[in-house]
């Protein structure tokens, strides 16, 4: 089993602050900013910052979906979401930058062995950075 990761960067028109709000903004923001891979959107407790869970399910390609219960927690402007039905984790970070802000989300998660990992290692990274990419700049869009 080998560690798969796939990170993303946008760059965004907001102050950190206003960055950080949105992104830990599970009941407004967040379901405004998803792509059409994630399906069955829902906050099962919570819904701003630290301590929300929510649920969706992450229809990556027309045969590979997972089933994600997302736990968060903030540390500074750091959000991450630990999946609760896998090793995947998701971190949002966000930084000052000029006028604005960068934001970089990461999603890593340890990958199958064999023939099947060595596939995951090296196609699942290029999915998954197309959905982060639309996801951000859907967040751009919105801090626009």
């Known amino acids: 089993m080998g560690q798969v990761s796939a990170s993303s960067s946008v760059e965004v028109a907001a102050a950190p602050e206003r ?3 949105a992104l830990t903004d599970y009941e407004t923001v967040r379901p405004r900013i998803l792509t059409e891979q994630y ?16 649920q969706w399910t992450l229809k990556a390609t027309e045969k590979r979906s997972r089933d994600i219960k997302a ?17 995947l984790v998701t971190t949002w970070t966000v930084a000052p930058s000029g006028a604005g802000s960068t934001v970089t989300t990461t999603t ?8 099947g990992g060595f596939f995951e290692r090296t196609f699942a990274p290029a999915g998954l950075r197309r959905i982060q990419a639309a996801v951000l700049a859907n967040l751009a869009r919105e801090l626009a």
């Open 19 to 21: 960055a950080l709000a």
């Open 39 to 54: 399906l069955d959107y829902r906050i099962l407790e919570g819904g701003q910052g630290a301590g929300t869970i929510a």
């Open 71 to 87: 736990t968060v927690t903030v540390d500074g402007n750091t959000v991450t979401e630990k999946d609760a039905n896998s090793t």
């Open 108 to 115: 890593e998660w340890k990958g199958a062995g064999g023939i």
